[in-house]
């Protein structure tokens, strides 16, 4: 692909899909300036270098994949932190802990319930119901199999109800009759 070319897509992106991929990242970050930085770095890894077979007209699958790894690699970053940080900070550093009223008031709010998830329960619950993709094609983006992408999402959905009320039903997650083992 030209230079040019991919300035042109560059520009009509950042023109007509700018506020679909800011709501993207709002959705996997829950914060506004962890948004903006997301859809900026996902920009820069898709335009900063000119690869074959890039199209246009794919640019923003592109950029998306690209915020979605920006967010996980940030927050691999993050809980290795959380691992090792108590050997750089004293225990007079800790924040204090939020509140019950907080987290009352935080029960009902989307971002807010979805900061309770894992990373990657977190992306599968976005790219899911946010994003409305079939399993199939969240393992797909994700590069995970299929059963992790359920099992994310059962995770997710059983942290996520309690808060929100019962999540739509996916059409493609067929229901399992379990049936107990006989014993002998």
């Not at 900061?115 to 119901?129: M, T, W």
């Amino acid at each position: 692909m030209s230079r040019q070319t991919a300035e042109d897509a560059l520009e009509t992106l950042a023109r007509e899909r700018a506020g679909a991929l800011f709501g993207y990242a709002y959705l996997l970050s829950g914060n506004r300036d962890a948004a903006t930085d997301l859809v900026q770095e996902g920009l820069v890894r898709t335009f900063s270098r000119t690869r074959r077979g890039f199209a246009p007209d794919d640019a923003e699958r592109y950029v998306r994949r690209a915020i979605l790894s920006a967010y996980l690699d940030g927050a691999r970053r993050a809980a290795r932190w959380v691992r090792v940080r108590h050997l750089f900070t004293s225990s007079d550093d800790e924040p204090a802990a939020a509140s019950p009223e907080d987290a009352a008031t935080a029960a009902v709010d989307v971002r807010l319930a979805l900061l309770r998830l894992s990373p990657a329960e977190r992306a599968v619950a976005v790219l899911r119901y946010g994003e409305d993709l079939p399993v199939a094609e969240v393992a797909s983006r994700m590069g995970l199999a299929e059963g992790s992408v359920k099992r994310y999402l059962s995770d997710a959905r059983r942290k996520l109800e309690p808060l929100l009320g019962p999540l739509p039903e996916a059409d493609d997650e067929p229901t399992v009759a379990v049936t107990p083992r006989r014993t002998r």
